[in-house]
C-alpha cells in the first residue's frame, strides 16, 4: 500500500524524513454472500475511493476490466481468466456498465463460475473488477489506487460487518472513522446463516442475540486510544470472527508554537528529537501516523498534535529518534485525511 502513494524524501541534516502523500472508497454487490455459482450485482460509488469517475460523462462510456482470484493466484495481483483478455483501452460492450445516476454505475454477473470460465475444482476466492472509461485513461480504484475485490464464499458459515462502511481491498479495511470521546459507533454485522451472534468492544460483550443473521448495537465511546470491534457467529460448535480497529479522539491539546520553530521539520541539536509544525486552520484534530515508535501507521494518542490558540497551526514535537535513520510519515487531518509534508 505506501509503495503506491506518492513519495516526497526531504533529506534534513542527520535524520532524514520521508513525507508520503495520499486519500477513501466503497464498492456494493447483491447478494451479500455471493458464491461462485450465484448471480451478482455490483454497483460503484464514484464519489468514494480515488473519484477516478466522480462526474464523468457521458455516463454510458464506463465500462468494467474484471477477473477473479482462485487458489492457483499468486497474489492479488495475478487476476486469472480476466474476460475475453480485452485490450484495457478498448471498450467492449459486453462489459459496459449500467448508469444509476448520482454517479453510481452498476454491473451483472450470471453465474459467477460460467460467466469467468473457471474450471471445477479449481476455488474462486475473490472477483478483481475496476470501473473505467472507454479508452481506459480514467479509471475508478481504491483510495490508494489498488483494485477493487468482492469475496466469492462456499457454503460454510460466514460473516462481515455492513456498518461501518468497508473498503473492498484485497484485506477489507473500514473507511475513515472519525469519532471523538462521547460520540456513539453504528454497528451491523450480518452472517450468510442463522445464526448465534454477539458484538465486542475492546473484548466485552456489548449485545448478543440467537438465531439470527444480522446484529446491530450502538455503543458509547468513553475512552480515547485504539480500539477493536469483533463480531462472532456460531452455529453448533463452529464459530467465524470478524474484527477492526479504530481510533477515538479527544479534545487536542492547546499549546502556542515553541520558540522559534517554523512551517515543517525543525531539528534538534543532536538529531534525536524534531517539532514537525503544520499550517491547517479550522480543523477539529491532526496526528501524526508513520514509522515512528509506537506508531505503526495507526493513529495513537501520543502522536495528536498540539493546536494553537488561534486554530491556525498544529505542532508535534517527537523524541527518540535515530540520527541517520528515514522516517516515512504522513499527517492525518480530522480521522481521514492523509497528507504529506507539504514544506
Given amino acids: 500500500m505506501l509503495a503506491m502513494m506518492k513519495r516526497t524524501l526531504l533529506f534534513l541534516s542527520g535524520v532524514i524524513f520521508c513525507a508520503l502523500q495520499g486519500k477513501a472508497q466503497l464498492l456494493s454487490w447483491s447478494p451479500d454472500f455471493a458464491k461462485d455459482n450465484d448471480n451478482i450485482s455490483i454497483t460503484v460509488d464514484a464519489s468514494k475511493g480515488n473519484q477516478g469517475l466522480l462526474n464523468y ?27 475475453f483478455n480485452q485490450n484495457f483501452n478498448v471498450p467492449n460492450a459486453q462489459l459496459q456498465a449500467t448508469s444509476l445516476g448520482g454517479n453510481k454505475w452498476r454491473f451483472d ?44 464464499y462456499d457454503n460454510s458459515l460466514a460473516v462481515r460487518f455492513t456498518a461501518p462502511l468497508f473498503q473492498p481491498l484485497y484485506t477489507p479495511l473500514p473507511e ?45 465511546l468513553t475512552t480515547s486510544g485504539n ?14 470472527s470478524e474484527s477492526f480497529s479504530f481510533f477515538v479522539a479527544t479534545a487536542p491539546n492547546v499549546a502556542p508554537l515553541p520558540a522559534g520553530v517554523r512551517d515543517g521539520i525543525n531539528y534538534e541539536a543532536g538529531n534525536t528529537a524534531a517539532t514537525l509544525v503544520l499550517y491547517a486552520p479550522g480543523k477539529t484534530r491532526v496526528s501524526v501516523i508513520g514509522e515512528f515508535p509506537g506508531s505503526n501507521w495507526v493513529e495513537q494518542t501520543n502522536y495528536v498534535m498540539n493546536k494553537t490558540p488561534d486554530g491556525n497551526y498544529w505542532w508535534l514535537r517527537i523524541t527518540g529518534l535515530t540520527p541517520g535513520q528515514e522516517y516515512a510519515f504522513q499527517y492525518l487531518v480530522d480521522g481521514t485525511l492523509k497528507v504529506g509534508e507539504p514544506y
Fill in 176 to 220: 475513515s472513522i472519525v469519532k471523538q470521546v462521547g460520540d456513539n459507533i453504528q454497528l451491523t454485522a450480518i452472517a450468510n446463516q442463522s445464526s448465534g451472534m454477539k458484538l465486542f468492544l475492546d473484548g466485552t460483550e456489548i449485545h448478543s442475540a440467537t438465531a439470527v443473521t444480522t446484529i446491530s448495537a450502538n455503543p458509547l
Fill in 57 to 83: 460523462n457521458p455516463v454510458s462510456d464506463v465500462y468494467v476490466h474484471t477477473g477473479v482470484i482462485t487458489n492457483l493466484s499468486t497474489g492479488p495481483t495475478n487476476w486469472r481468466y480476466v474476460k
Fill in 227 to 240: 480500539h477493536t470491534v469483533r463480531v462472532d457467529a456460531t452455529v453448533g460448535a463452529v464459530t467465524k
Fill in 109 to 152: 454477473i450470471t453465474n459467477i463460475r460460467s460467466y469467468y470460465g473457471v474450471p471445477a475444482g479449481e476455488t474462486i476466492l475473490r472477483i478483481a473488477i475496476l470501473f473505467r472509461n472507454g479508452n481506459g485513461t480514467v479509471v475508478q480504484r481504491n483510495a490508494d489506487a489498488s483494485d477493487m475485490y468482492i469475496p466469492v
